[in-house]
T-cell receptor, first 115, second 115 residues
Framework: AQSVTQPDIHITVSEGASLELRCNYS??????LFWYVQSPGQGLQLLLK??????LVQGIKGFEAEFKRSQSSFNLRKPSVHWSDAAEYFC?????????????FGAGTTVTVRA | NAGVMQNPRHLVRRRGQEARLRCSPM?????VYWYRQLPEEGLKFMVY????????ESGMPKERFSAEFPKEGPSILRIQQVVRGDSAAYFC?????????????FGSGTRLTVV
């Protein structure tokens, strides 16, 4: 069975500072990995995804994530946070085809940005 | 091109009533997925449907919950005889046919409150 752990429930960061959100996954084969962002009262927006290839993935809004198989991790980073980055962030794992439709999400990390 | 449309955005039901949640997929998308987000938790997969077919309902509670995606019209998630524990955000996502590897687009969700 696939599962995701996001160890940090809440992170507070100053505007302009760097941000790193941790994600550890459990899956028996090569996973499909995702980061989503959810702003208050909104749906989920895909930030980036990893299927194969280069382990450093670039996403939207200046985010990037690095897949580390040896650590079963897929941490999300941003060099300089903006106030608009305050939101909840979810890491998710999925299976390759033909099971490529069911995602397992972590419990999320809430990011607060202080001025 | 409108995204995934869910309505209503907010729904309040008394215990024992029925809740009907609607999801209109993106134009060109023939696959619909429902997820539930309980308070303080990540999204949990409920069901995967294609037009007139339930493909995977492994995440649906055995009783009181049902889903359909008719040939015409939106997908409907129905919860009969709601209880307080059904209070959650219900998200719908849609995608093109398989082969696009999680080409999901999420809607903004329906927040169900059972009083």
């Amino acid at each position: 069975a696939q599962s995701v752990t996001q160890p940090d429930i809440h992170i507070t960061v100053s505007e302009g500072a760097s941000l790193e959100l941790r994600c550890n996954y459990s899956y028996g084969a090569t996973p499909y990995l995702f980061w989503y962002v959810q702003s208050p009262g909104q749906g989920l927006q895909l930030l980036l995804k990893y299927f194969s290839g280069d382990t450093l993935v670039q996403g939207i809004k200046g985010f990037e994530a690095e897949f580390k198989r040896s650590q079963s991790s897929f941490n999300l980073r941003k060099p300089s946070v903006h106030w608009s980055d305050a939101a909840e962030y979810f890491c998710a794992v999925g299976a390759p085809p033909p099971g490529d439709y069911k995602l397992s999400f972590g419990a999320g990390t809430t990011v607060t940005v202080r001025a | 091109n409108a995204g995934v449309m869910q309505n209503p955005r907010h729904l309040v039901r008394r215990r024992g009533q029925e809740a009907r949640l609607r999801c209109s997929p993106m134009k060109g998308h023939s696959h619909v997925y429902w997820y539930r987000q309980l308070p303080e938790e990540g999204l949990k997969f409920m069901v995967y449907l294609q037009k007139e077919n339930i493909i995977d309902e492994s995440g649906m509670p055995k009783e009181r919950f049902s889903a359909e995606f008719p040939k015409e019209g939106p997908s409907i998630l129905r919860i009969q005889q709601v209880v307080r524990g059904d209070s959650a955000a219900y998200f719908c996502a849609s995608s093109p046919p398989p082969g696009d590897n999680y080409g999901y687009t999420f809607g903004s969700g329906t927040r169900l409150t059972v009083v």
